[in-house]
């Protein structure tokens, strides 16, 4: 859910985060990414409000959502209550969020930024990266930067949530084929994701993905074709850099938004959910 860096009020900005603007066809073009995208994420916010009263033995009061897209899961906790921020690289998925929160009548407090470096106006209780975002941090360093700036983020004892692919579904040996689509008001969207059939190279885990954006729309359809560089981690290579960032112990990782359920190799566990506490 990323894109170009654009000013901000709270987070790093600048050249750093342009090389990270890929899949621009696609991100810039927010409303039809929300057509394809768009989900019941109930179930989801439900999880990280329990873990975090596991973890803590109080209710979460306040959230940041990284590389927010549309802002699913940041507009969802602003009204329950939650004091809200949303950061996403894209400006056009933010104004675009920004809109969306307008119309449902909640607060959330949006910014475009690089997922490194940010500095939010305090601490919250809860950081969370949905959906594979974290892929596009292809080098060690941005990631233990990343955590780092996640860590300094968080209040004592918040927890950091990010979802990946779970490793069966897309490996070093098969990134495999994803699909999403939907429609809405006569405006069909698919989102064709590795139509290249990518590989990941061998010693950097990275892969140079294709997608296409196929929009059908008044009858015509229009193609917007896109590529991006995604990076494949495995489950103990995470728990290494996040020791190596500090700040952050690895709590678990889940295979679904379901309590108890670890990561394995089951049917059940579709996802790799890590959840990480900050050190007291």
Same mark, same amino acid.
């Given at each position: 859910?990323?894109?170009? @860096? ?7 900005t ?23 995208f768009?989900?019941?994420? @109930? !179930? ?5 409000? $329990? ?6 033995? /109080?209710?979460?009061r ?7 897209? *549309? ?5 969802a ?5 939650? #004091? ?5 690289? /894209? *400006? ?20 475009a930024?690089?997922?490194?470096g940010? =500095?939010?106006?305090? *601490?919250?209780?809860?950081?969370? %990266?949905?959906y594979? @975002?974290?892929d596009?941090?292809?080098d ?14 968080l ?12 490793? !069966?579904?897309? $490996? ?14 006569? %405006? ?7 139509v ?9 885990q990275?892969?140079?993905? #294709? =997608?296409?954006? !196929? ?15 995604? !990076?494949?981690?495995s *489950? ?5 850099? =996040? ?22 190799? $089951?049917?059940? $566990?579709? /996802? ?9």
């Amino acid at each position: 859910m990323l894109g170009a @860096s654009v000013g901000s009020q709270w987070g790093k900005t600048g050249a750093a985060g342009f090389w990270m603007a890929e899949f621009n066809e696609v991100y810039a073009r927010a409303g039809y990414y929300d057509i394809a995208f768009n989900r019941d994420i @109930s !179930r989801e916010v439900e999880f990280v409000f $329990s873990e975090y009263q596991r973890l803590n033995g /109080r209710a979460l009061r306040s959230l940041l959502e990284i590389a927010c897209g *549309p802002g699913y899961h940041a507009r969802a906790f602003a009204k329950k209550g939650v #004091e809200t921020f949303g950061l996403d690289l /894209r *400006p056009e998925m933010i104004d675009f969020a920004r809109d969306k929160a307008k119309v449902d009548g909640i607060d959330v407090h949006w910014t475009a930024a690089d997922m490194r470096g940010f =500095t939010l106006p305090h *601490p919250v209780d809860v950081i969370i %990266t949905m959906y594979d @975002s974290l892929d596009c941090l292809s080098d060690n360093d941005d990631i233990v930067d990343h955590f780092r700036t996640v860590a300094a983020n968080l209040t004592p004892g918040g927890m950091y949530l990010f979802e990946l692919t779970h490793p !069966r579904d897309c $490996s070093m040996h098969g990134y495999g084929k994803y699909t999403y689509s939907g429609e809405q008001n006569g %405006t069909n969207v698919d989102i064709i994701w590795a139509v290249n059939d990518p590989k990941h190279d061998a010693f950097t885990q990275v892969a140079e993905v #294709e =997608t296409i954006l !196929r929009v059908v729309e008044h009858g015509k359809e229009t193609l917007y074709r896109d590529k991006a560089r995604e !990076r494949y981690f495995s *489950p103990q290579e995470l728990v290494a850099l =996040t020791k190596l960032a500090g700040g952050l112990n690895v709590v678990d990782c889940y295979g679904d938004f379901v309590a108890g359920l670890r990561m394995d190799n $089951s049917p059940a $566990s579709r /996802r790799m959910i890590f959840v990480l506490q900050k050190q007291s």
